[in-house]
């Protein structure tokens, strides 16, 4: 008896651990392959640069267009129910209209800090008004890793979209 428990343990320990991995691992290669003509799409009409909203939708999501945050965000660019209605996103699992909305959000942040990506990928995360009081990155440890990821992320997905 005290086996079955080791093994059903060590299985439930595991296995989400082991299989979560390679979920993920699928999720970020199939994932981008197959946003990228929407984000290519929405970049463009916007004019945002394709690798900055693909490195949000990473950060964000890790492509996985179904997760809701436990703040409630979601979505592939975890948009809150307020942003999205605000951009008129009405299905936020929907790919196309989420892309579409984070990717008219982050304009609308460029515009606000004319141009500086770093305190618009801030403002995408801590909001704007906490930009602007901080006057720089926010200092919320969240923010100032969210958006060294996202930075990190941009420049590597620059490569993938050199045309």
């Known amino acids: 008896m005290l086996t079955l428990a080791l093994l059903l343990f060590a299985y439930c320990f ?19 392959t197959v946003y990228r003509p929407v984000i290519n799409n929405y970049s463009k009409e916007y004019n945002v640069p394709p690798a ?16 809701v945050s436990p703040a409630g965000a979601s979505g592939l660019m975890q948009l809150m129910p307020d942003t999205a209605r605000a951009l008129d996103v009405i299905n936020v699992f ?14 609308s ?40 990821r996202v930075l990190q992320h941009f420049k590597t997905f620059k490569k993938s979209f050199r045309t």
């Open 109 to 148: 942040l460029l515009d606000q800090f004319r141009g500086n990506v770093t305190l618009a990928v801030a403002a995408y995360n801590a909001g704007p008004g906490a930009v602007q009081r901080a006057g720089s990155v926010p200092p919320y440890p969240e923010t100032q890793r969210y958006v060294q």
């Open 14 to 32: 595991f296995a989400p651990r082991f299989f979560g991995i390679l979920d993920l691992m699928k999720t970020e290669d199939e994932g981008f």
């Open 52 to 67: 900055l909203v693909a490195a949000m939708i990473k950060v964000e999501s890790d492509f996985r267009p179904h997760l």
């Open 94 to 107: 929907n790919p196309n209209e989420n892309i579409r909305g984070g990717a008219k959000y982050i304009r």
